[in-house]
C-alpha cells in the first residue's frame, strides 16, 4: 500500500489547483480517497473524529448487498434450467446468471457514475458517493430480463431527476434506486410485471408468475411455493430481493456495524405483520373473499420485496426519518401500507415501493411533530413563578 501511495502522491499535484489536470481534480479526488481515508480535519468547533467516512460506509452497505447479487445470479441460473425442467450444476446455474445480470450492474454503474462525475466536474465539487449503493440496488431489484437500454434511462433518470436535482447526496428526498424502479414500473409497465418477465428467457409452456402474481390472477393458495423456499429464494423474481434468509443476514450485518437502523427494520416487519394479521383473523371469521387476507400473515414477510424494502431501502439515512420515536412511526406506517395496497388494490399486487416512496415524503413531517411534542414535553416541566 505504501508504494500505490507515493504514486498517488506523486502525480497528484497534477490535477491540484494550477496543475495540468486541474479540471479533472474532482474525479481524481474521488479515485483517491476511495483507496485511502481522507487526511482532512476540522479546523474549529467540537466534532467526533471517526475513521469510517461516506465512502466506508456505503462499502459496508455493498458487502451486505454482494450475497445478495450472487445468489440472484445463481438463482437466475436456477429458475431458467427449471423452466425447460433440465437439471443443471451449480456453476451452470450461476455462470447463466452472471451473463444475465452482470451487464445490468455494469450499466447501472457506468450510467450513473458517469453522470455524478459529469455533475462534480461542472460544479467543481467532490463526487458524491453514495451511488455506490444505489448502482448496486438498482440491478437487484428489476427483472433478470430487463433491457439494458432500460436499466440505463431508469438509472439516469434516478441520477439526474431523484439527486442532483436537490443537490446531490443527501440532498433528495426520495429514494433514487427505488425511483428508478418506479420510472421502469409506470414507464414500461409490460417489461416490469405479469409472468414472462421474472425468469430469463423462460420456457412458454412454464408458469413464470411470482407467488403475489399467483394470488393476483385468482390461483388457489396451495399453488404457492412451500414457505420455505419462499424463505430461502428459491423462487421467481427481481434479482436480489427473493432470499429473505440473505436479506436478514445482511440486515444483521448492518445493524452490528452501526450502518442500518434497527428501529426501521423491526417497525416494518411489526407494521406488516400486525395488520396481515389483523385481516387474515377477519377473513377467517367474516368469510371475507380475498386471497391476500387468507394466505397467513408471515407469508406478507417472505413474499416479494417486503424484506428487501425493509431492510434496504427503508433503512435509507437520507429519506427516512431522522428522530428514534420517528423512525419507529415510519417504518410501522411503511408496513402497514404495504399491506393496505396488496389487499384492497388488486392492479398492484406488490406494494413495497410505492409505500417507501409515499413515507419519504412524509419523513420530514414526521420529524417535526415528534421534535414539536418533546419541545412541548419539556416546556410543561419547567416552573414558571409569577412574580408578585
Known amino acids: 500500500m505504501s508504494s500505490l501511495r507515493k504514486t498517488v502522491d506523486k502525480i497528484k499535484p497534477y490535477f491540484e489547483k494550477g496543475g495540468k489536470f486541474e479540471y479533472l481534480h474532482s474525479t481524481f479526488e474521488a479515485f483517491e480517497t476511495f483507496l485511502f481515508v481522507p487526511d482532512t480535519t476540522t479546523t474549529s468547533g467540537s466534532h467526533i473524529r471517526d475513521y469510517i467516512d461516506m465512502k466506508r460506509t456505503m462499502t459496508i452497505v455493498v458487502l451486505a448487498l454482494t450475497p445478495l447479487l450472487l445468489f440472484g445470479m445463481w438463482n437466475v441460473g436456477y429458475q431458467h434450467f427449471l423452466s425447460y425442467g433440465e437439471e443443471a450444476s451449480l456453476w451452470q446455474n450461476f455462470w447463466f446468471g452472471f451473463l444475465k445480470v452482470f451487464p445490468i450492474l455494469v450499466v447501472s454503474y457506468v450510467v450513473g457514475l458517469g453522470i455524478e462525475f459529469a455533475f462534480a466536474q461542472v460544479r467543481g465539487h467532490e463526487v458524491n458517493e453514495g451511488f455506490l449503493v444505489t448502482g448496486f440496488l438498482i440491478p437487484l431489484i428489476v427483472p433478470p430480463d430487463t433491457p ?43 417489461d416490469m410485471s405479469g409472468e414472462k418477465v421474472w425468469i430469463a428467457e ?90 391476500y387476507m387468507s394466505i397467513p400473515p408471515y407469508y406478507h414477510l417472505i413474499m416479494g420485496g417486503f424484506a428487501f424494502g425493509a431492510v434496504f431501502m427503508a433503512t435509507d439515512p437520507v429519506t427516512a426519518a431522522q428522530t428514534n420515536k420517528g423512525k419507529w412511526i415510519y417504518g410501522i406506517l411503511i408496513g402497514v401500507l404495504v399491506i393496505i395496497i396488496r389487499v384492497f388494490n388488486p392492479a398492484y399486487p406488490e406494494g413495497m415501493m410505492l409505500a417507501i416512496l409515499l413515507m419519504n415524503v412524509f419523513a420530514p413531517l414526521i420529524d417535526h411533530f415528534v421534535v414539536e411534542a418533546n419541545i412541548k414535553k419539556r416546556l410543561k416541566r419547567i416552573k414558571v413563578q409569577t412574580v408578585k
Open 148 to 190: 439494458l437500454w432500460m436499466v440505463a434511462l431508469a438509472t439516469a433518470f434516478a441520477v439526474i431527476i431523484g439527486k442532483e436535482v436537490f443537490g446531490g447526496t443527501g440532498m433528495n428526498i426520495l429514494n433514487p434506486a427505488l425511483l428508478a424502479r418506479a420510472f421502469l414500473f409506470f414507464a414500461y409497465p409490460q
Open 202 to 291: 423462460k420456457a412458454d409452456a412454464f408458469s413464470g408468475a411470482t407467488p403475489l402474481g399467483k394470488l393476483l390472477v385468482g390461483e388457489p393458495l396451495s399453488t404457492l411455493p412451500h414457505a420455505s423456499d419462499m424463505f430461502w429464494g428459491l423462487i421467481p423474481g427481481s434479482i436480489g430481493e427473493t432470499s429473505t434468509f440473505l436479506i436478514l443476514l445482511g440486515g444483521l450485518f448492518l445493524i452490528i456495524t452501526g450502518i442500518g437502523s434497527w428501529r426501521v427494520m423491526l417497525s416494518v416487519f411489526i407494521g406488516g405483520f400486525g395488520l396481515a394479521g389483523f385481516l387474515w383473523i377477519l377473513a377467517h371469521y367474516t368469510g371475507v373473499d380475498n386471497a
